[in-house]
């Protein structure tokens, strides 16, 4: 059965977990429909794990464009979820249509953007424009720079506030989805309860969310360096990339991924 925005809002009333795993091909999309993934995220993330760069800064548009092309190809049910990549967004909201459009004429059935409270206007105009939005708090890779580095959010009181301030502006302007990376689990969970008209998914967030997101690449044991705290091999206890990816769907919908371990 095809994957729709009013789907992932039923799973999510309904209290069933919503899987979502990083594609960047047509033969991962095969095998991720086939396993039953719920949302194929085309990441900017290819910056770092096809390309090689030391953060998702360097990808552009029309990569963007052509990688989410060869997902759309390779999905018959999934909902194809595709980054509008650093600087395709930012400068307006203008701006981010004519980069959406382009996402969308290309197979995505959804853009996802970085940023707070403060990119809610562009959400708004986006939706009322029929381009349904995922929006993206907590660590936001794009902004590594001003940020410091990868660090865990959700940590004082006020970065607390400005989580859930944050979530709500983005939930109000429209967004259909909103993945929060590397929180504090109670803080996830605090997001989750603030916003019930919009589906929380987490990366490194904890258990209490409305579904989970992996890069494939760190879910089949393919990452270079140390590990991430929120990352499981599947790997490692499948032996096959189409195992593995069944076996992620079954313990986020299962309820035992993340584990504690994995939690901040």
């Given at each position: 059965?095809?994957?729709?925005?009013?789907?992932?809002?039923?799973?999510?009333?309904?209290?069933?977990?919503?899987?979502?795993?990083?594609?960047?091909?047509?033969?991962?999309?095969?095998?991720?429909?086939?396993?039953?993934?719920?949302?194929?995220?085309?990441?900017?993330?290819?910056?770092?794990?096809?390309?090689?760069?030391?953060?998702?800064?360097?990808?552009?548009?029309?990569?963007?464009?052509?990688?989410?092309?060869?997902?759309?190809?390779?999905?018959?049910?999934?909902?194809?979820?595709?980054?509008?990549p650093f600087g395709a967004y930012q400068?307006?909201?203008?701006?981010?249509?004519?980069?959406?459009?382009?996402?969308?004429?290309?197979?995505?059935?959804?853009?996802?953007?970085?940023?707070?409270?403060?990119?809610?206007?562009?959400?708004?105009?986006?939706?009322?424009?029929?381009?349904?939005?995922?929006?993206?708090?907590?660590?936001?890779?794009?902004?590594?720079?001003?940020?410091?580095?990868?660090?865990?959010q959700g940590k004082t009181d006020d970065?607390?506030?400005?989580?859930?301030?944050?979530?709500?502006?983005?939930?109000?302007?429209?967004?259909?989805?909103?993945?929060?990376?590397?929180?504090?689990?109670?803080?996830?969970?605090?997001?989750?309860?603030?916003?019930?008209?919009?589906?929380?998914?987490?990366?490194?967030?904890?258990?209490?969310?409305?579904?989970?997101?992996?890069?494939?690449?760190?879910?089949?044991?393919?990452?270079?360096?140390?590990?991430?705290?929120?990352?499981?091999?599947?790997?490692?206890?499948?032996?096959?990339?189409?195992?593995?990816?069944?076996?992620?769907?079954?313990?986020?919908?299962?309820?035992?991924?993340?584990?504690?371990?994995?939690?901040?």
């Open positions: 059965m095809k994957v729709t925005v009013n789907t992932l809002h039923k799973k999510a009333r309904d209290g069933e977990k919503i899987v979502m795993l990083t594609c960047y091909d047509a033969s991962f999309a095969q095998v991720m429909d086939e396993a039953g993934v719920d949302v194929l995220l085309v990441g900017d993330s290819l910056g770092t794990v096809l390309q090689g760069a030391d953060s998702t800064l360097p990808v552009t548009l029309d990569e963007m464009v052509y990688h989410t092309g060869l997902v759309a190809r390779g999905a018959k049910n999934a909902l194809v979820l595709a980054d509008l400068q307006s909201r203008e701006q981010a249509f004519a980069s959406s459009a382009r996402l969308m004429q290309a197979g995505a059935h959804m853009v996802k953007l970085e940023g707070g409270a403060y990119m809610a206007d562009t959400v708004r105009f986006l939706v009322e424009r029929g381009i349904p939005v995922c929006a993206h708090i907590g660590l936001t890779p794009q902004s590594v720079n001003t940020m410091g580095g990868y660090r865990v970065d607390t506030a400005r989580l859930l301030a944050d979530a709500k502006a983005l939930s109000d302007a429209g967004a259909s989805l909103l993945v929060m990376e590397c929180v504090i689990a109670d803080v996830a969970r605090r997001v989750t309860e603030a916003i019930p008209a919009t589906p929380t998914i987490g990366i490194g967030a904890g258990l209490d969310v409305s579904g989970q997101v992996l890069v494939v690449y760190d879910m089949l044991g393919i990452y270079p360096g140390k590990k991430a705290k929120f990352v499981k091999d599947f790997m490692a206890e499948t032996g096959s990339v189409a195992g593995a990816i069944r076996a992620y769907a079954d313990a986020v919908r299962g309820r035992t991924f993340p584990a504690a371990e994995h939690m901040f």
